[in-house]
């Protein structure tokens, strides 16, 4: 062989190399986009979605807080309405404003704001 038939020969080969190495790079960066896109669009980097998580835990805990406050309220006003006969009285009063035969009912309203 003779020296421009292998010239043309390792430029061939380069050509091919570089090709592959183009598209190698383009697959890498393919691939890269790929994965880069879903991790920003679920919530970006794992610290920032700590504390998000760390955030809606303690508004999480502090409503549970608020229920156990008022469960226990609401098991008060069962043991009252249950045992004690006043309690029955003042929500029916309360609530469903009766009265019992015989009293009158004196209602006063604010006078509106000057």
Same mark, same amino acid.
């Given at each position: 062989?003779?020296?421009?038939?292998?010239?043309?020969?390792?430029?061939?080969? /380069?050509?091919?190399?570089?090709?592959?190495?183009?598209?190698? @790079?383009?697959?890498?960066?393919?691939?890269?986009? &790929? +994965?880069?896109?879903?991790?920003?669009?679920?919530? #970006?980097?794992?610290?920032?979605?700590?504390?998000? %998580?760390?955030?809606?835990? %303690?508004?999480?805990?502090? /409503? &549970?807080?608020?229920?156990?406050?008022?469960?226990?309220?609401?098991?008060? /006003?069962?043991?009252?309405?249950?045992? /004690?006969?006043?309690?029955?009285?003042? &929500? @029916?009063?309360?609530?469903? #404003?009766? %009265?019992?035969?015989?009293? %009158?009912?004196?209602?006063?309203?604010?006078? +509106?704001?000057?």
């Amino acid at each position: 062989m003779d020296e421009g038939q292998s010239r043309k020969t390792r430029r061939a080969v /380069d050509r091919s190399w570089r090709l592959w190495g183009l598209r190698l @790079a383009a697959a890498l960066a393919l691939a890269g986009g &790929i +994965a880069y896109l879903p991790y920003h669009l679920i919530g #970006g980097s794992s610290s920032a979605q700590l504390e998000r %998580v760390e955030g809606e835990l %303690v508004r999480v805990r502090a /409503d &549970i807080a608020a229920k156990k406050i008022d469960n226990a309220e609401l098991r008060r /006003d069962i043991e009252a309405l249950r045992s /004690d006969p006043g309690a029955i009285e003042d &929500i @029916a009063r309360r609530d469903l #404003g009766m %009265v019992r035969p015989g009293e %009158v009912i004196l209602r006063f309203e604010q006078a +509106a704001p000057r």
